[in-house]
C-alpha cells in the first residue's frame, strides 16, 4: 500500500513537472507580430515590381510583406505548434492569395 500513495505523489509531481515545461499554442496575433517584425519593405517592392501587381497586370492587388522563402520555412517549424484553426486564420489574410511567394 505505501508503494501506491509514493506512486500517486510522483504521478502528481510529474503532471506538475510537465505542465510547467510546456507553452501555451501560439495565437494569430502572435504569429502576424512575427511575419510583420520580419517584414522587409525593399523585398517587398521588389516583389511587387517582379509580380507584376500595377493596375491592369496579373497581379493587380497583391500585397507583400518582403519575407523570404527559407525564413518563413524558419518561422513555420518554429509555430509547428499552432492549432489548425490558427493556420485557417491565418489563411484568411489577404497576404495569402499566391502563398509563400507574397511574403
Same mark, same amino acid.
Given at each position: 500500500?505505501?508503494?501506491?500513495?509514493?506512486?500517486?505523489?510522483?504521478?502528481?509531481?510529474?503532471?506538475?513537472?510537465?505542465? %510547467?515545461?510546456?507553452?501555451?499554442?501560439?495565437?494569430?496575433?502572435?504569429?502576424?507580430?512575427? %511575419? +510583420?517584425? %520580419?517584414?522587409?519593405? +525593399?523585398?517587398?517592392?521588389?516583389?511587387? +515590381?517582379?509580380?507584376?501587381?500595377?493596375?491592369?497586370?496579373?497581379?493587380?492587388?497583391?500585397?507583400?510583406?518582403?519575407?523570404?522563402?527559407?525564413?518563413?520555412?524558419?518561422?513555420?517549424?518554429?509555430?509547428?505548434?499552432?492549432?489548425?484553426?490558427?493556420?485557417?486564420? %491565418?489563411?484568411?489574410?489577404?497576404?495569402? +492569395?499566391?502563398?509563400?511567394?507574397?511574403?
Amino acid at each position: 500500500m505505501q508503494a501506491c500513495r509514493g506512486a500517486g505523489r510522483l504521478a502528481s509531481a510529474m503532471t506538475t513537472r510537465m505542465s %510547467l515545461g510546456k507553452a501555451a499554442p501560439p495565437t494569430a496575433a502572435q504569429i502576424r507580430a512575427r %511575419l +510583420r517584425a %520580419l517584414a522587409d519593405p +525593399r523585398i517587398a517592392s521588389a516583389s511587387q +515590381r517582379f509580380f507584376k501587381t500595377a493596375p491592369g497586370e496579373y497581379g493587380h492587388g497583391d500585397r507583400f510583406l518582403g519575407i523570404r522563402v527559407p525564413t518563413l520555412r524558419k518561422l513555420a517549424r518554429e509555430f509547428r505548434a499552432a492549432p489548425v484553426a490558427v493556420a485557417f486564420a %491565418l489563411l484568411r489574410s489577404p497576404l495569402t +492569395r499566391r502563398g509563400p511567394s507574397l511574403c
